[in-house]
């Protein structure tokens, strides 16, 4: 009997070596998974932060490469303006020529009068450029026109401009060479006042009213 229970008793201290064993296994191999996990989790941070850095610094190139973009668009456009300048003092523009401008998407646009579009035309901007990194647009109106109507249109608002009630007086008028137009900025654009300043100022095909934007001071 006693021979049984020493048996059973090395049993029990086998068995519990065994088991404390497994768990000793157990408890390493958590440990080794957490530090893997630690791992993984420090790996991913420093790749979120690269990634961004990377991120930031793509945003800034391409910021870069925008702003070099419009100013050698801004040096085009001046040459071809200046190309018009004369000794006089004064610009004297081509009937085909309705003035350029740059968008909102980097693009250099030269408007040319519908009716002179031709080989000719679009030659002599090419040489007055420099180069052929710009597109044409056809228009109405050449810039002489334009500027020609908004000298006259000048004159005679402040001939007659006391004609017209107070919030008409403050009136202004500039070209809006994209929409080939006069815009005529008006403080309440209404059509009674549309209205009132063509019979009292003068009235062209030119115009476009608008209302003028409200400044807000802070």
Same mark, same amino acid.
């Given at each position: 009997?006693?021979? =049984?229970? &020493?048996?059973? +008793? /090395?049993?029990?201290?086998?068995?519990?070596?065994?088991?404390?064993?497994?768990?000793?296994?157990?408890?390493?191999?958590?440990?080794?998974?957490?530090?893997?996990?630690?791992?993984?989790?420090?790996?991913? &941070? *420093?790749?979120?932060?690269?990634?961004?850095?990377?991120?930031?610094?793509?945003?800034?190139?391409?910021?870069?490469? &925008?702003?070099?973009?419009?100013?050698?668009?801004? *040096?085009? &456009?001046?040459?071809?303006?200046?190309?018009?300048?004369?000794?006089?003092?004064?610009?004297?523009?081509?009937?085909? =020529?309705?003035?350029?401008?740059?968008?909102?998407? $980097?693009?250099?646009?030269? $408007?040319?009068?519908?009716?002179?579009?031709?080989?000719?035309?679009?030659?002599?901007?090419?040489?007055?450029?420099?180069?052929?990194?710009?597109?044409?647009?056809?228009?109405?109106?050449?810039?002489?026109?334009?500027?020609?109507?908004?000298?006259? /249109?000048?004159?005679?608002?402040?001939?007659?401009?006391?004609? /017209?009630?107070?919030? /008409?007086?403050?009136?202004?008028?500039? +070209?809006?060479?994209?929409? $080939?137009?006069?815009?005529?900025?008006? *403080?309440?654009?209404?059509?009674?006042?549309?209205?009132?300043?063509?019979?009292?100022?003068?009235?062209?095909?030119?115009?476009?009213?608008?209302?003028?934007?409200?400044?807000?001071?802070?």
């Amino acid at each position: 009997m006693k021979i =049984y229970f &020493k048996i059973f +008793i /090395l049993l029990l201290i086998s068995c519990s070596g065994n088991h404390q064993q497994q768990e000793n296994d157990i408890q390493q191999t958590n440990n080794q998974d957490k530090k893997n996990l630690a791992y993984i989790i420090g790996t991913n &941070k *420093e790749t979120t932060i690269e990634n961004k850095n990377l991120q930031f610094l793509i945003e800034k190139d391409s910021i870069f490469r &925008k702003d070099s973009i419009l100013k050698i668009l801004e *040096e085009r &456009k001046i040459r071809l303006d200046h190309s018009f300048y004369r000794k006089t003092g004064n610009f004297d523009f081509p009937l085909y =020529y309705g003035g350029s401008y740059i968008n909102k998407n $980097n693009l250099l646009f030269v $408007n040319i009068v519908d009716s002179l579009d031709n080989i000719y035309t679009k030659s002599d901007i090419i040489n007055r450029i420099g180069n052929k990194d710009f597109k044409i647009k056809k228009c109405s109106y050449s810039l002489k026109m334009l500027g020609d109507t908004l000298n006259q /249109l000048n004159t005679v608002f402040n001939r007659n401009k006391y004609l /017209l009630k107070e919030n /008409l007086k403050t009136s202004n008028f500039e +070209i809006n060479i994209e929409n $080939n137009v006069i815009l005529i900025l008006l *403080e309440d654009s209404t059509m009674e006042n549309i209205q009132e300043f063509k019979r009292n100022i003068m009235d062209s095909p030119l115009f476009h009213f608008s209302q003028k934007p409200i400044l807000y001071l802070h």
